[in-house]
T-cell receptor, first 112, second 110 residues
Framework: DTGVSQNPRHKITKRGQNVTFRCDPI?????LYWYRQTLGQGPEFLTY????????KSRLLSDRFSAERPKGSFSTLEIQRTEQGDSAMYLC??????????FGPGTRLTVT | TQLLEQSPQFLSIQEGENLTVYCNSS?????LQWYRQEPGEGPVLLVT?????EVKKLKRLTFQFGDARKDSSLHITAAQPGDTGLYLC??????????FGKGTRLHILP
């Protein structure tokens, strides 16, 4: 059990560019979650996978956001045409038991 | 809308003091989780409480779930600088999404 890993840890991009983040969950966990966290706030739910199926998607996730989890293992979160308002920490979590989530270190996105 | 409200927002105390932080809702939760988050890192799960009135201890940290399962508290005895961080409570809402409070930012002064 090596924990949840996320790459990259930091990403600086110019407005309008596309970015992709990767999350590798704990191997025996079938549930995977993406959250966004801004300064002074708790994590906000974005989307959730059970195995490879994307079961839930928040209204926060505009059409510019897409997430995949091919083969039910790692997951990617892509943001197209980034905007300054997308600057945040993007957190990935995995779980075996519902509600008890194990988080990765996050990817901090800065859009200039 | 189910919300989790945490208080206080900020707390700064001297090493060795005791403190309590709160997580409140007007809604019933099937369970609540407490996490600690350090700057630049993801939250780390501390505990899950499930049964109304349940008390769980983790070294100097004591977690309690309210009898009506609408609130929870975290009490720290003899706080140490290593306890510094953002304490988050979270729980599943009616749609089975996990919602988080905004957290209590705790700073322990040496």
């Amino acid at each position: 059990d090596t924990g949840v890993s996320q790459n990259p840890r930091h990403k600086i991009t110019k407005r309008g560019q596309n970015v992709t983040f990767r999350c590798d969950p704990i191997s025996e966990h079938n549930r995977l979650y993406w959250y966004r966290q801004t300064l002074g706030q708790g994590p906000e739910f974005l989307t959730y996978f059970q195995n490879e199926a994307q079961l839930e998607k928040s209204r926060l996730l505009s059409d510019r956001f897409s997430a995949e989890r091919p083969k039910g293992s790692f997951s990617t979160l892509e943001i197209q045409r980034t905007e300054q308002g997308d600057s945040a920490m993007y957190l990935c979590a995995s779980s075996r038991r519902f509600a008890e989530q194990y988080f990765g270190p996050g990817t901090r996105l800065t859009v200039t | 809308t189910q919300l989790l409200e945490q208080s206080p927002q900020f707390l700064s105390i001297q090493e060795g003091e005791n403190l309590t932080v709160y997580c409140n809702s007007s809604s019933v939760f099937s369970s609540l989780q407490w996490y600690r988050q350090e700057p630049g890192e993801g939250p780390v799960l501390l505990v899950t409480v499930v049964t109304g009135g349940e008390v769980k201890k983790l070294k100097r940290l004591t977690f309690q779930f309210g009898d009506a399962r609408k609130d929870s508290s975290l009490h720290i005895t003899a706080a140490q600088p290593g306890d510094t961080g953002l304490y988050l409570c979270a729980g599943p809402n009616r749609d089975d999404k996990i919602i988080f409070g905004k957290g209590t930012r705790l700073h322990i002064l040496p």
